[in-house]
C-alpha cells in the first residue's frame, strides 16, 4: 500500500514538472540562432583622433591625441563597417569653460588617424575612414586593402536589405554586442522590447543596445543600428579641469536608427569607398 502511494506520488510530481522542463523559450532560440549567424559580423573598430582647439584667446590649447575604441558592425562582404563617430568632437559642438574668471568658447576639431579593426577572432588589421554622417552620428569604415580569402573567412556581414518593418511599442528585439579588454572581448547578446517610437524630426525607436551594435527582431530580421542622437550646434558648459581629464564632454541618447535609414546612407559609403580605393 505504501509503495502504491509513493508511486503514485511520484507520478503526480512528475506530470507536475514535465511541462515546465518541456517548455519552450522562442526568444531565447531566436536570439542564438542570430548569435551564431552574425558572431563574425560584430568587431571593434580603433582610431588615434588628434584634438585641437580654436577660440582660446590668450589661452593656448594644446594638442592633444585621443585613442577611440568602438563597436562596429559589419554591413558588406567587403568588410564595410559601420560605427558611431570615431571623431569624439563632433559630439561636443561648442564648448563654453571659465579660465581664471574669464568664459571663453572653444571649438574643437578631430583629425582621424591609425584606424585598424579587431575581429571576432582577434585578428588586427588596418582599415581608413571612408566617410561620416554627422547628423546620424555614424561613420564607416572599410579594410586598408581588400582582405585576403583567409581573412574573408573571419568574418560576416549583417545584410541591411533584410529589414524588419516598423515595430510596435513593446515588440522583443536582440541586440548585438561585444564587450571589450577587460572581458576577453566576449560576445553579448541582451533581450529587450522598444521602449519609445520617436517620429520627429526623423524616425527612431529606442531599446537595449550598444552603440555601434545591431538590433534584431525575434524572426530575425535587422530592425537597424545603434546610435547616438544629438542636438545639433549645442553649446556646452564644463570646468576646465573637466575638460583637460576628458571627462564630462559626452552627450546625446543612444536609439535605433532604422534599416532602411542605415542603407541609405551606407550605399552612398559604397560609392565613396570605389572612389577612394588603394591601389
Known amino acids: 500500500m505504501i509503495k502504491n502511494m509513493l508511486w503514485i506520488t511520484a507520478c503526480v510530481v512528475l506530470t507536475a514538472v514535465a511541462p ?116 546620424l552620428s555614424l561613420a564607416f569604415v572599410a579594410p586598408e586593402k581588400p582582405f585576403d580569402k583567409k581573412t574573408l573567412a573571419k568574418i560576416a556581414h549583417v545584410d541591411l536589405a533584410k529589414a524588419a518593418p516598423k515595430p510596435s511599442m513593446l515588440d522583443k528585439i536582440i541586440t548585438l554586442g561585444r564587450f571589450g579588454k577587460t572581458l576577453n572581448h566576449t560576445l553579448n547578446v541582451k533581450l529587450g522590447r522598444v521602449g519609445a517610437i520617436v517620429t520627429k524630426p526623423r524616425t527612431f525607436y529606442v531599446g537595449a543596445g550598444s552603440l555601434g551594435s545591431p538590433v534584431f527582431t525575434v524572426d530575425g530580421k535587422l530592425l537597424g543600428i545603434c546610435t547616438r542622437r544629438t542636438t545639433k550646434g549645442a553649446t556646452r558648459s564644463v570646468g576646465m579641469m573637466s575638460m583637460l581629464g576628458g571627462k564630462g564632454v559626452s552627450a546625446g541618447v543612444p536609439v535605433i536608427l532604422p534599416a532602411a535609414d542605415v542603407k541609405e546612407i551606407a550605399d552612398q559609403a559604397k560609392g565613396e569607398m570605389k572612389k577612394s580605393k588603394p591601389e
Open 20 to 135: 515546465v522542463l518541456a517548455e519552450a523559450d522562442p526568444v531565447a532560440d531566436a536570439a542564438r540562432d542570430i548569435m551564431k549567424s552574425y558572431e563574425k559580423a560584430i568587431v571593434h573598430v580603433e582610431a588615434v583622433v588628434k584634438i585641437t582647439a580654436t577660440g582660446g584667446g590668450p589661452m593656448k590649447i594644446p594638442e592633444q591625441e585621443q585613442k577611440v575604441k568602438v563597436l562596429g558592425t559589419i554591413i558588406d562582404p567587403s568588410g564595410l563597417t559601420v560605427v558611431p563617430l570615431l571623431d569624439p568632437t563632433k559630439a561636443l559642438g561648442a564648448m563654453k569653460i571659465n579660465a581664471g574668471g574669464q568664459a571663453i568658447t572653444l571649438k574643437f576639431k578631430g583629425e582621424v588617424r591609425e584606424v585598424k579593426f579587431r575581429l571576432a577572432d582577434g585578428t588586427e588589421t588596418p582599415a581608413r575612414l571612408v566617410m561620416t554622417d554627422d547628423d
